[in-house]
């Protein structure tokens, strides 16, 4: 593919989604400047960025950096850190993004594309992430499944000059790279089905230390985890968002079964003593359950017993 016919892409916050996201760009043909730790810079420099599937290892060379300012020539920026960095990241762009650059949030939670809109003046766009992946080492993504991303305009951007359109190029170049990409006209409603999924997996997973084959296998985890998705999805529709129980619980079964040997992210932060976004995904429904007048038990005690276990062991 002529590479001039891409735009230039740049990746903030290149872990394990940045960098899968930004590996298949680079893999269909794209300039793509990674944006990350240190460690996985100077391994990315050093051999390449790794893409590890079940039937195959991909290798692909791609500029890598630790500084914000690397988004400079950038015409797209994916914005892949954790959601308590959002504000924070976004500031850093602020002085080196192209005045008609497109950040797009690839994050897990409902107020990214907020926060970051509020800190820029650039069109920000919002994808929900549906994609099983975990660095195995510096530099190496190991993806465990799906890949699919839907894109759309928030509503902290609604009226921005050719957002629709806008979002419709950028889809196409995910689409280009092989990741399928529809935009959505209703992305709260997408957001919000991503943030139930995650409600219902990830501090089950963390705590249970549980792939999600073994969770669903589980008669008492599923019962579980239906009542979360019904709790969650009553916190939605308090706030304006309409979902329906009985698809969406058949969507989380769907998950499990295209993601059986994944690990949540919140339980691969515990495992590695990193910190979690459980604030933005149990605790933000029990934050908004609070906020509307709902009772969200559920959800707020998994939201305490994942800080709980992310504050560390007394027994060792």
Not at 38 to 63: F, M, N, T, W
Not at 104 to 118: F, H, I, R, S, Y
Not at 194 to 205: E, G, R
Request: proline fraction near 4%; include cysteine; charged fraction near 20%.
């Amino acid at each position: 593919m002529n590479a001039s016919s891409w735009p230039h892409i740049a990746v903030m916050g290149a872990g394990a989604v940045g960098g899968y996201y930004g590996g298949m760009l680079a893999l269909a043909g794209a300039p793509v400047t990674l944006i990350g730790r240190p460690q996985h810079v100077a391994a990315i420099e050093r051999d390449g960025l790794v893409i590890e599937r079940a039937d195959r290892r991909d290798v692909v060379k791609v500029s890598a950096s630790t500084q914000a300012a690397a988004v400079a020539d950038a015409d797209v920026v994916l914005l892949c850190v954790k959601s308590p960095d959002t504000r924070a990241a976004a500031a850093s762009l602020r002085p080196h993004l192209k005045p008609d650059a497109v950040v797009v949030t690839l994050q897990n939670g409902v107020e990214n594309a907020a926060w970051a809109a509020a800190e820029l003046d650039q069109l920000v766009l919002a994808a929900v992430v549906w994609v099983g992946a975990y660095m195995g080492g510096p530099g190496v993504v190991c993806h465990t499944g799906r890949g699919d991303l839907d894109l759309g305009v928030p509503r902290a951007r609604a009226a921005y000059p050719n957002a629709r359109e806008r979002a419709q190029a950028v889809a196409a170049m995910f689409e280009r790279a092989g990741v399928k990409c529809p935009v959505s006209a209703d992305i709260e409603a997408a957001l919000w089905s991503k943030l139930t999924v995650n409600c219902a997996f990830n501090a089950i997973s963390a705590l249970g230390r549980a792939r999600y084959g073994r969770m669903a296998a589980s008669r008492l985890v599923r019962s579980l985890m239906e009542d979360l998705v019904h709790e969650t999805l009553a916190v939605a529709r308090a706030d304006g968002v309409h979902l329906d129980d009985a698809a969406m619980i058949a969507a989380m079964w769907k998950v499990a079964d295209g993601m059986a040997s994944q690990y949540s992210s919140t339980a691969q932060d515990v495992l590695r003593g990193k910190p979690t976004e459980i604030d933005m995904l149990n605790g933000y429904v029990a934050e908004r359950a609070h906020a509307l007048g709902l009772a969200a038990p559920l959800s707020r005690t998994l939201h305490a017993l994942v800080k709980l276990r992310e504050a560390g062991d007394d027994l060792a």
